[in-house]
């Protein structure tokens, strides 16, 4: 096993916005700060470069990066403006944000060939990002503010893999939502025929009905739209007024509520029954990590609003003509079991496969041996087409 070397990447470029969106330093000085972690093995120079990125988590705690630093490859975790809080993220500046640090790779750390690793929510982004490369036509954000996407050169990437990834932050989070809810304001009003964490339901045994899940189902679209209707009529609203005031925050309640986490034999994968990766879904659903549950109005439309948001990884995959590469992990307790199969379907590239780690959880917890199979598979399929 090679000796790693983490190298700390700082990167920052002028900010252009009309108020400031984070606490602290970055954005409100007029820059935008960037920093990453370059994993190397320190014996082994490369002209490839492993770009793994998400919208809001740095990944270098994850247990694939550094595995595939281990096999000899150079690993890049890139953090982007939103890094540990997504409550004002925008999907759109975070593209600038990847192409910075790829310009970089390219023109400044002398990397030649750049694969895009789209961990969990980093594949929508990752196809997004891939899909403007290629295809460049953003000229604003969902919510009208202009941010030139196409405009800002961004430079492809020579391959695109998508491990253990949703089709969309969005899809996910209407996946997800507790349609119990009849009151945004007031989490403890609940349809109790909606309600799955209603009192016993644990001692549970009998599947849910095709009947109750049309009907569960439709009532998490419903509610999804209610709350995107509510964030267009206050953006309008403040608007409108045409003051200094120009975004709101808020919170969405109950945002862990699917069915497949309570019942193993909808979309079956080899998932622990009554479980998820953020842990038990009942203390999720209401706990501050869950998905949106701190959210700007941009912010939303942006990136949890399925009829806004551009990262949907079902829609730009078209537009992916480099080789690609999809791992599903076979007992995912994050990342619902049809989506991987969907994207890679939908994926525009020729040069495309489609590999399945039996037993993986979402993030290999205790699983030594199933992280060494996933780390395998990636790095047989870069080093067959040259990418080490």
């Known amino acids: 096993m090679s000796e790693l070397a983490f190298d700390w990447k700082h990167i920052a470029f002028t900010a252009k916005q009309a108020f400031t969106e984070t606490y602290?330093?970055?954005?409100?000085?007029?820059?935008?700060?960037?920093?990453?972690?370059?994993?190397?093995?320190?014996?082994?120079?490369?002209?490839?470069?492993?770009?793994?990125?998400?919208?809001?988590?740095?990944?270098?705690?994850?247990?694939?990066?550094?595995?595939?630093?281990?096999?000899?490859?150079?690993?890049?975790?890139?953090?982007?403006?939103?890094?540990?809080?997504?409550?004002?993220?925008?999907?759109?500046?975070?593209?600038l944000d990847l192409g910075a640090y790829i310009r970089a790779a390219k023109e400044d750390w002398g990397y030649e060939r750049i694969v895009?690793?789209?961990?969990?929510?980093?594949?929508?982004?990752?196809?997004?990002?891939?899909?403007?490369?290629?295809?460049?036509?953003?000229?604003?954000?969902?919510?009208?503010?202009?941010?030139?996407?196409?405009?800002?050169?961004?430079?492809?990437?020579?391959?695109?893999?998508?491990?253990?990834?949703?089709?969309?932050r969005?899809?996910?989070?209407?996946?997800?939502?507790?349609?119990?809810?009849?009151?945004?304001?007031?989490?403890?009003?609940?349809?109790?025929?909606?309600?799955?964490?209603?009192?016993?339901?644990?001692?549970?045994?009998?599947?849910?009905?095709?009947?109750?899940?049309?009907?569960?189902?439709?009532?998490?679209?419903?509610?999804?739209?209610?709350?995107t209707n509510g964030v267009l009529e206050r953006l309008e609203d403040l608007r409108r007024r045409g003051g200094k005031e120009m975004e709101r925050a808020f919170v969405t309640y109950r945002t862990m509520a699917d069915p497949r986490f309570l019942d193993p034999t909808l979309e079956p994968n080899g998932r622990k029954p009554g479980w998820s990766y953020l842990g038990h879904p009942e203390t999720v659903n209401s706990g501050p990590a869950g998905l949106g549950r701190f959210s700007t109005l941009r912010s939303w439309l942006s990136q949890w609003s399925p009829a806004h948001s551009r990262a949907n990884s079902l829609i730009t995959a078209r537009d992916i003509s480099v080789p690609f590469l999809a791992i599903e992990c076979g007992a995912d307790d994050a990342v619902p079991q049809p989506h991987t199969a969907a994207v890679f379907a939908a994926v525009g590239s020729a040069d495309r496969e489609m590999k399945l780690v039996e037993g993986a959880n979402h993030y290999f917890v205790n699983q030594p041996e199933r992280l060494a199979t996933a780390a395998g598979i990636v790095s047989e399929w870069l080093r067959t087409r040259g990418y080490d």
């Open 24 to 95: 602290g330093f970055n954005g409100s000085q007029g820059m935008t700060h960037l920093e990453g972690v370059v994993i190397r093995p320190v014996d082994r120079p490369s002209r490839t470069l492993l770009i793994f990125m998400h919208p809001s988590s740095t990944l270098q705690l994850l247990p694939l990066p550094r595995a595939m630093a281990e096999l000899g490859f150079h690993v890049l975790c890139a953090g982007s403006r939103y890094q540990r809080n997504d409550t004002a993220l925008i999907m759109e500046n975070v593209l």
């Open 116 to 168: 895009l690793c789209g961990w969990s929510g980093g594949g929508s982004l990752t196809m997004l990002y891939q899909s403007q490369a290629e295809r460049p036509s953003i000229t604003q954000t969902p919510a009208g503010d202009p941010v030139d996407v196409a405009g800002a050169g961004l430079i492809p990437a020579d391959a695109v893999l998508s491990l253990a990834a949703h089709a969309s």
């Open 170 to 227: 969005s899809v996910l989070l209407q996946e997800w939502l507790d349609p119990s809810m009849r009151n945004e304001t007031d989490p403890d009003d609940r349809d109790p025929e909606l309600d799955l964490y209603r009192p016993g339901y644990e001692a549970r045994t009998e599947p849910y009905s095709p009947e109750f899940v049309a009907r569960y189902r439709a009532a998490q679209v419903a509610r999804m739209q209610r709350i």
